[in-house]
Nanobody, 120 residues
Framework: QVQLVESGGGLVQPGGSLVLSCNAS????????MGWYRQAPGKQRELLATIAMDGTINSADSVKGRFTISRDNAKKMVYLQMTSLKPEDTAVYYC??????????????WGQGTQVTVSS
């Protein structure tokens, strides 16, 4: 069973920062890489950053140097620290497994996401 609860979104001015949290009630959490995704209106869902069980991180070019993913295996939490936010970062943000193929294999479950709006 998979339950993902994202939080921490909100309205922020350009150049501002936010920290998103994800409570991942997943039995396999400690054995799987996790990721943060976002979906802007009219656009496809985009994988932003992934973090492996050993802490290895990969980030998309669009957020590299601005967004940092982290995880707490004991608490089954995933975080996304976002800095230097831009209006084009406006989207609904989701956490999930790092592998889109694995997400589909487990029934394509997604949480409700958390809205981030960057605007002056």
């Amino acid at each position: 069973q998979v339950q993902l609860v994202e939080s921490g979104g909100g309205l922020v001015q350009p150049g501002g920062s936010l920290v998103l949290s994800c409570n991942a009630s997943i039995s396999v959490f400690r054995t799987r890489a996790m990721g943060w995704y976002r979906q802007a209106p009219g656009k496809q869902r985009e994988l932003l950053a992934t973090i492996a069980m050993d802490g290895t991180i990969n980030s998309a070019d669009s957020v590299k140097g601005r967004f940092t993913i982290s995880r707490d295996n004991a608490k089954k939490m995933v975080y996304l620290q976002m800095t230097s936010l831009k209006p084009e970062d406006t989207a609904v943000y989701y956490c999930n497994f790092a592998s889109p193929e694995y997400i589909k294999a487990r029934g394509d479950y997604w949480g409700q996401g958390t809205q981030v709006t960057v605007s002056s």
